[in-house]
């Protein structure tokens, strides 16, 4: 048995890793009976209704990573009111450049107030499973964070790391990881 990183919830006990196949399906299955159970709780569920089934809320045209890639249409839509921001290698730093997006997306989110907004983190294809869901996690928080402090009620903002399990792009290729490194945000109901 070995420690895992479960995202900002803490740690859990979990043995060796089985085949990569299967920690993709058990992850989608995971993810897919969470979004059941916050359907059926309502959106008062969770902490203070900001968590939402994934992608059942979601604003036309801007529907959750997990909702595209089932439906086959993963970076086919760009469209919806908030913009991914992207990160360096192996980091989760919010830059200057990506600040500015995160502003942008403050002030939407302000002036629509009975809105929510779920942020995905996702990472490239570099590294274990374990550790890009961490990584993913810190990049969701990250961008929470920033948008906490300007002036973003924190209950209207829930985090899912995905790691590398959703990428845009799947060529071995310095753009092409760059592009999956990302936060993306679907805005709720």
Known sequence: MKQVLLGPGG??????????AAALFG??????????ASTKAGPAAGTGGAQAGLGENAIA??????????KGTLGANAGGPLRDIHFSFDDYTVTPEEGTILRADALWLKDHPGTRVQIEGHCDNRGSEE????????????????LVTLGIGASRISTISYGKELPLCTENTDQCWARNRRDHFVVLR
């Open 11 to 20: 740690f859990a006990e979990r043995a060796a890793r089985g085949p990569r």
């Open 131 to 146: 550790y890009n869901i961490a990584l993913g996690a810190k990049r969701a928080q990250a961008a929470k964070n920033y």
């Open 27 to 36: 992850l989608v299955l995971a993810l897919v009976l969470w979004g059941c």
């Open 61 to 70: 045209g801007n529907q959750s990573s997990l909702a595209s890639f089932q």
